[in-house]
């Protein structure tokens, strides 16, 4: 108990500068294995140290008296004591050592699982991976636990302002597959589908030696909301699409491949009964609320397939041509569909007729010229950041090996411009 004493005063004289902290990063370091050796004597320590002021020291101390299985009693005790360190702690200090607080934010994740309550890890969680990121293009691992916690406590919201961020520096490539895959589930949740898309795309066509798991259930999402936002959906992948993903996911997802084909067929009655055919599959995998919504979307773009051939059309001829039950369901769907902006459209319910416009917006609104200003000025950056990059690889000596190993094999048009496989 004396020497964990002694430690105690020099976390506390130790905690200013930032050569200061260095050398007691050392000294922890050296203490770290009688700390675990006595996890119980570090209970009223806690109370001596400030996490606020003392967060490298409060972090080696919390992270050895938490360490090990807890019951739901215990999880209950911790739960505060973790949100008001990971809430208070200097983001300076504990990034000394990031593997330590990865650690103790994982627990805390775990416990509050452990209760049944992911609300209560949202925000903390939130709060750990801004202090553990570097910059704002950077993936921690602790980014697929914060999403998997709004997932768990439909906080989709709160999600979506790390999904906001671009990211091009990765620790792990595990982490960018969780999150680019829950990242896809929380803008299905919010029916954002293009972003969903986009990061389902990511996780699809990243590169990968063998399929995994997270692939595959990306893989069927993905066909999902692209036959929900496109309404069609295309089985070739990619070019830059590794190997591995060519060759074997469409094996792992056929009744999801056999959905897609159906649903182009645009017989909603034989669609249906493919639907109830499978749906313990799709329920097993749960994707069927997905489902149900790609019947909905059917209806859909069947409607605005119509608005390609017609100026006017009655309720009962848009209720008989996309296969609805009455002239009241088409007019619901089409109400829908005008609120939602996917068609533009005037009903007159007198003699329930739908007569349908050509798109109002001219594009020339101060709105729209920012959100236009605002979109160039991203893509101008994202260009700067990937010649960066290039420059980088160009000189790699990794990259260059590979290529000289290669250059004998293939032309120069073949080579595949993906970075170096990894592994999960």
């Given amino acids: 108990m004396g020497s964990i004493e002694n430690l105690v005063t020099q976390i506390q004289g130790l905690s200013g500068s930032v050569d200061d902290i260095a ?43 938490t360490f090990g299985p807890v019951s739901k009693e215990q999880a209950l005790t911790l739960i505060p004591i973790l949100a ?27 416990h509050v699982l452990l209760i049944e309550s992911p609300l209560r890890g949202v925000s903390p969680m939130r709060a750990a991976v801004r202090k553990l990121q570097t910059t704002s293009e950077h993936l921690t691992t602790l980014h697929p636990d914060f999403l998997l916690l709004c997932i768990l406590s439909k906080s989709y919201n709160i999600g979506l302002s790390v999904l906001e961020d671009d990211i091009f520096d990765v620790d792990q490539p595990r ?11 929380i803008c299905i949740g919010q029916k954002r589908f293009r972003k969903a898309l986009e990061l389902l795309h990511n996780v699809v066509t990243a590169p990968m030696n063998t399929i995994n798991a997270i692939a595959v259930e990306a893989y069927k999402k993905y066909i999902l909301v692209s036959l929900i936002h496109y309404g069609q959906f295309s089985t070739s992948l990619p070019k830059y699409a590794s190997s591995a993903a060519q060759r074997n996911l469409k094996n792992f997802c056929q009744p999801y491949i056999e959905l897609a084909t159906t649903y182009s067929s645009g017989k909603i009655a034989e669609f249906k009964v493919y639907v109830d055919t499978n749906r313990e599959k799709f329920d097993n995998d749960k994707n069927l609320g997905l489902v149900k919504q790609v019947v909905s979307s059917m209806y859909k773009h069947n409607i605005q397939r119509l608005t390609q051939t017609y100026l006017t059309l009655s309720l009962q001829d848009i209720a008989n041509t996309v296969q609805l039950g009455s002239p009241k369901e088409a007019e619901m769907h089409v109400l829908q569909m005008i609120q939602d902006g996917e068609i533009f459209a005037t009903i007159n319910q007198k003699d329930g007729m739908v007569r349908f416009l050509e798109d109002p917006e001219q594009y020339k609104t101060c709105q729209m010229i920012e959100r236009i200003d605002s979109s160039i000025q991203r893509i101008m950056t994202l260009s700067r950041k990937l010649n960066a990059m290039d420059e980088l690889m160009s000189y790699d ?28």
Wanted: aromatic share 16%; hydrophobic share 40%.
């Fill in 84 to 110: 008001r360190f990971i809430n208070c702690c200097d983001a300076q200090q504990i990034r000394f050592a990031p593997d330590k607080f990865v650690s103790v934010c994982k627990r805390f994740k775990d």
């Fill in 175 to 185: 982490d960018l597959f969780l999150y680019c895959y829950y990242g896809g589930m």
């Fill in 23 to 65: 050398h007691l990063h050392n000294i922890l370091k050296i203490a770290d294995e009688s700390l675990h050796a006595e996890p119980s004597a570090l209970s009223s320590v806690l109370d001596q140290v400030d996490p606020a002021k003392h967060s490298l020291g409060y972090l080696y101390f919390l992270e050895a008296f």
């Fill in 397 to 424: 000596p990794l990259y260059l090996s590979k290529v000289g190993r290669e250059r004998q094999r293939f032309d120069f048009d073949d080579f595949d411009t993906v970075p170096q496989k990894f592994p999960i």
